[in-house]
């Protein structure tokens, strides 16, 4: 799987051990952006796709994009400087757990690792993308917490089951505002949560939506195509 290509950038993704997938384009598209969102980090970039989707959706806004696995690294940064926000993207190479910046962020994405204990890939990167040995839940809120300003926010998506774990853990630092599940069709169960978190106590309960991708294979919800239409060829 060479190249995919959204309506305003290509993303190239040969060496990166995890494709471009509708985790991170759900992530990249559903995530709240305020006006003053200024300084954005993507923990564990991969190929760069959320970043360009970030850059695409806040002009003027800086994002740096963080992975520890070189291969990755260099195809990011070859996907930001095709693109036409180039200028405004950063990559990084180094471990979330590790980094440090000048400054704080005032979002923070990431479509981290989450398999706990299953048995890991021969392939040394696609392990460091899909398990947690490489960051841990723990560790990605510690660098959150390290990382995010005062007023910052923190989105994440990840399958349900870890996504209610992390929740838990997640109550040490940060405050859930709110949050989206997804299901593949309408019969199908909850796949994955899309949660925003905030170092503020919302003032109001979180806020919680359903969204289903498809009625029927390449038949796709209304919702579906308006919170991607941006990006996908297809809508």
Same mark, same amino acid.
């Given at each position: 799987m060479g190249s995919f290509r959204f309506k305003e950038f290509t993303i190239e993704q040969?060496?990166?051990?995890?494709?471009?997938?509708?985790?991170?384009?759900?992530l990249g598209a559903w995530v709240p952006l305020r006006k003053e969102d200024r300084r954005l980090l993507d923990l564990g970039t991969g190929t760069g796709v959320i970043a360009l989707m970030l850059a695409q959706r806040q002009a003027d806004a800086r994002i740096?994009?963080?992975?520890?696995?070189?291969?990755?690294?260099?195809?990011?940064?070859?996907?930001?400087?095709?693109?036409?926000?180039?200028?405004?993207v950063e990559v990084v190479e180094a471990a979330a757990q590790e980094f440090l910046s000048s400054e704080p962020f005032d979002l923070i994405v990431s479509?981290?690792?989450?398999?706990?204990?299953?048995?890991?890939?021969?392939?040394?990167?696609r392990t460091l993308a899909r398990h947690t040995a490489s960051l841990s839940f723990e560790e990605l809120l510690g660098a959150v917490d390290r990382l995010l300003a005062p007023e910052?926010?923190?989105?994440?998506?990840?399958?349900?089951?870890?996504?209610?774990? &992390?929740? #838990?853990?997640?109550? =040490?630092?940060?405050?859930?505002?709110?949050? %989206?599940?997804?299901? *593949?069709? !309408?019969r199908r169960p909850v796949k994955r949560s899309l949660m925003? &978190?905030? #170092?503020?106590?919302? =003032?109001?309960?979180?806020?919680?939506?359903? %969204?289903?991708?498809? *009625?029927? !294979?390449?038949?796709?919800?209304?919702?579906?195509?308006?919170?991607?239409r941006d990006f996908y060829l297809k809508f």
């Open positions: 040969e060496h990166s051990p995890m494709k471009v997938g509708t985790d991170g384009v759900l740096t994009a963080l992975d520890i696995d070189p291969s990755c690294v260099r195809e990011a940064r070859e996907n930001a400087d095709r693109s036409l926000w180039g200028d405004r479509n981290p690792p989450f398999f706990e204990n299953s048995l890991t890939s021969p392939d040394r990167g910052g926010r923190f989105a994440v998506v990840l399958p349900v089951e870890e996504a209610q774990r &992390f929740r #838990r853990l997640a109550t =040490a630092h940060l405050w859930l505002e709110q949050w %989206l599940d997804v299901r *593949t069709t !309408p925003l &978190f905030s #170092r503020r106590q919302p =003032a109001e309960s979180p806020k919680s939506e359903e %969204l289903v991708i498809q *009625t029927a !294979p390449e038949e796709f919800t209304p919702e579906y195509r308006a919170l991607t």
